[in-house]
């Protein structure tokens, strides 16, 4: 059975830190695997999709690795702002649903 | 273009009682998903639909939910005889369901289903 853990469950940083998120899953069996972000009352939002032969992908100052063998991907924030303040969660494609971890709270503060 | 969209934003309804959930995907999406997120956990996948059949319901908690399927456009989910555990967030997503490992879920912005 797929597991998908992410930590830190919660951070706190402020404004203009590097930061990064980590996301470990149990089975390398994936399509793809997303990052998503979460705002409070709000649906998903899809940040960054990494297919299972991909090493990364970058959009703006996003940038989300994949290494399927040993279960992990991380996704770096670069110079953080206060509007990156939400709830991020990656989520492996198990062929027909996605698994999500149970997300990393972050707060960037002025 | 218009996103995937949700009726109702909220729903109270008392324990023992019925509802209908609605999922309008985004137009010529053919796969569909339902998840929930149960306060403080992480999102359940529920059931996923392509085109109007249901190739995967191994997510749905019990036999009082069902979902339906009209052709490639609207769904339905119900849930009967809530409990007060069904209250969550009921989210439903959409994707193109062309397989090759690229298939983004665009999701809608959820029903909030609280049972009294």
């Known amino acids: 059975k797929q597991e998908v853990t992410q930590i830190p469950a919660a951070l706190s940083v402020p404004e203009g830190e590097n930061l990064v998120l980590n996301c470990s899953f149990t089975?390398?069996?994936?399509?793809?695997l997303q990052w998503f972000r979460q705002d409070p009352g709000k649906g998903l939002t899809s940040l960054l999709l990494i297919q299972s032969s991909q090493r990364e992908q970058t959009s703006g100052r996003l940038n989300a690795s994949l290494d399927k063998s040993s279960g992990r991907s991380t996704l770096y924030i670069a110079a953080s702002q206060p509007g990156d303040s939400a709830t991020y969660l990656c989520?492996?494609?198990?062929?027909?649903?996605?698994?999500f971890g149970t997300g990393t709270r972050l707060q960037v503060f002025p | 273009g218009a996103g995937v969209s949700q009726s109702p934003s909220n729903k109270v309804t008392e324990k023992g009682k019925d509802v209908e959930l609605r999922c309008d995907p985004i137009s010529g999406h053919t796969a569909l998903y339902w998840y929930r997120q149960r306060l403080g956990q992480g999102l359940e996948f529920l059931i996923y639909f392509q085109g109007n059949s249901a190739p995967d319901k191994s997510g749905l908690p019990s036999d009082r939910f069902s979902a339906e399927r009209t052709g490639e456009s609207v769904s339905t989910l119900t849930i009967q005889r809530t409990q007060q555990e069904d209250s969550a967030v009921y989210l439903c997503a959409s994707s193109l369901g062309d397989w090759g490992g690229q298939e983004t879920q665009y999701f809608g912005p959820g029903t909030r289903l609280l049972v009294l």
């Open positions: 989520a492996v494609d198990n062929t027909d649903k996605l698994i």
């Open positions: 089975d390398s069996a994936i399509y793809n």
